[in-house]
């Protein structure tokens, strides 16, 4: 069992610059990843070393080279399947299961994508959004030969350009948004310039690419066998909800789709820290204060876990997150000076205000949710509809939990990460008088991600098994 001052769980934009704060105050500092190297969702290392140089891969060497100069110690391959109270951490990697403890614990494990489903959305073929940005970043590949983008948010906007610059086909891009929606966002984002510059960029290639663009439409079926695609569009109201108009059909080899990210809360649950819902912020969030301490002692959250902000508002919560726990720390070592606080804090504010837009760009819409069909599955690891859920609910099922219990809806392989925030949805719209602080969360379980039981052991045999003496008579 290694001991360290602080462990932080995640090494993307606010994990690392976490550690980094923490470390340079002179504490000791593990940090744990699942990926093989920084930088996240947003910075992530490419795996092909011929791979076009963008901001994000930029920010993302920046990043890895400031940890690899530091001196945290990195945990990456590792997945962390387990976090107890006293701030064990449990994580298997390549070499076996590591167990660490801290006498403090920064959570920053970011986030997990939203698909709002609709007939045919577990169809091969058929992806995230957020998963096709993976493909592009770390694979230069696009989603498909013939891509369908569609959804909302900037997401839709990055992955149409960056599938046309590596030479695929995008057929359209389908947004539940219209542009007033877009043009509300315009003022937060003059904040930040550079991002600004950047969204006009994509939006110049796809104009250039001559991409047909539906505002205000959601996709409503998809058939298909994996490779040769068909989906049905819809016009839809501001809240998400088809209404009549022409319908229209659009093939292509994948269709990516994506309704926002929702914060992985699944470590700081399991804590039993005190958690909020905040629908602008992705869902559940720790209750936490504007440094990332929660209502747990030495329990710190950073980075899009805490609430949808971006990236660059991840670094700087990141940042925070890292000096607070230093000050609370406060061992002797170096204390970090109030003014780097207050410029972290400045900064942070600055950019959150930028991600904030864009997150209520992606926040759930009541009549989204409405239009899934009774048939369509809202549970994909456990073939769990919406009409189960509806019975279930109707049964008199009242927490996200009883629905849990009574459906299967969120016990699969994802243990909830994919239909828990829409199950809870669909269980504060059908309570009379429900919400979703009553609808509450999935409980957050043990092991965090799926494991094998090999994982779990480690080199155990038979021989460990302790047998007890038989009892003297
Ligand atoms: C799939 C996906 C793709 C995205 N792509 C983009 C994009 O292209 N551009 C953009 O602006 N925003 C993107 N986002 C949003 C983006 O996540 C953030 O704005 C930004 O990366 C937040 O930084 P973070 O440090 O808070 O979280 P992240 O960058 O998500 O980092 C969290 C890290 O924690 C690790 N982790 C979580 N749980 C565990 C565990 N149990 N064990 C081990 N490791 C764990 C994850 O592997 C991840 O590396 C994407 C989000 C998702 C979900």
New binding site residues.
């Given amino acids: 069992m290694n001991s360290f001052d602080v462990l932080v769980?995640?090494?993307?934009?606010?994990?690392?610059h976490a550690a980094l704060a923490a470390a340079s105050s002179g504490l000791e500092v593990a940090l744990?990843?699942?990926?093989a190297a920084a930088?996240?969702?947003?910075?992530?290392a490419p795996s092909v070393a011929d791979h076009a140089e963008t901001h994000?891969s930029r920010a993302g060497d920046a990043l890895r080279h400031a940890l690899n100069n530091s001196a945290v110690t990195v945990f990456f391959r590792?997945?962390?399947?387990a976090v107890t109270g006293d701030y064990r951490v449990d994580?298997s990697g390549p070499s076996g299961p590591v167990h660490c403890t801290g006498r403090a614990l920064i959570v920053?494990?970011?986030?997990?994508?939203r698909v709002v489903p609709f007939k045919g959305w577990t169809t091969p073929g058929v992806i995230?959004l957020?998963?096709a940005?993976?493909l592009l970043?770390s694979q230069g590949m696009a989603p498909g030969s013939t891509t369908l983008v569609a959804g909302c948010g900037?997401?839709l906007a990055?992955v149409a350009a960056k599938t046309i610059d590596i030479g695929g086909k995008v057929e359209a891009i389908v947004d539940i948004a219209g542009p007033l929606d877009w043009a509300r966002a315009l003022p937060a984002t003059v904040s930040r310039p550079d991002l600004m510059r950047e969204g006009f960029d994509w939006w110049r290639t796809i104009r250039r690419a001559g991409v047909p663009i539906y505002s205000r439409h959601t996709i409503v079926e998809v058939n298909g066998d994996g490779s040769d695609l068909m989906a049905t569009l819809a016009p839809c109201d501001a809240a998400g909800r088809p209404v009549d108009g022409p319908r229209r059909m659009v093939s292509a080899d994948c269709v990516t789709v994506g309704h926002g990210?929702t914060p992985?809360t699944?470590?700081t649950r399991l804590l039993r820290a005190k958690h909020r819902y905040s629908r602008d912020a992705g869902g559940w969030i720790a209750q936490a204060d504007r440094d990332g301490r929660t209502s747990r002692d030495r329990l710190y959250v950073?980075?899009?876990?805490a609430g949808?902000?971006?990236?660059a508002a991840?670094i700087h919560?990141?940042t925070l997150a890292g000096l607070a726990c230093a000050l609370d720390l406060a061992t002797g070592k170096t204390q970090p000076p109030d003014s780097e606080l207050d410029n972290a804090r400045r900064a942070h504010a600055k950019s959150a205000r930028f991600?904030r837009s864009m997150s209520r760009m992606m926040a759930l819409r009541h009549g989204h949710i409405d239009s899934i069909g009774p048939d369509v599955i809202v549970c994909r690891c456990e073939d769990v509809t919406r009409g189960e859920i509806d019975a279930a609910c109707d049964a008199g099922a009242r927490d996200a939990d009883q629905l849990k219990a009574w459906t299967r809806c969120g016990m699969g392989p994802c243990q909830g990460r994919t239909c828990g925030d829409i199950a809870a949805e669909i269980l504060a719209a059908r309570t009379p008088g429900g919400s979703r602080e009553q609808a509450g969360s999935f409980s957050a379980r043990t092991p965090?991600?799926p494991m094998t039981v090999e994982a779990l052991t480690g080199d155990f045999t038979y021989a460990d098994i302790p047998i007890p003496k038989a009892a003297p008579l």
């Fill in positions: 769980i995640g090494g993307g934009p606010a994990g690392v744990f990843d699942e990926n930088g996240g969702q947003v910075y992530r994000d590792h997945t962390v399947w994580a920053a494990s970011g986030t997990t994508e995230g957020a998963a940005t993976i970043k900037p997401l990055a990210l992985s699944e470590i950073a980075g899009d876990g949808i902000a971006g990236a991840a919560r990141g991600g965090l991600r």
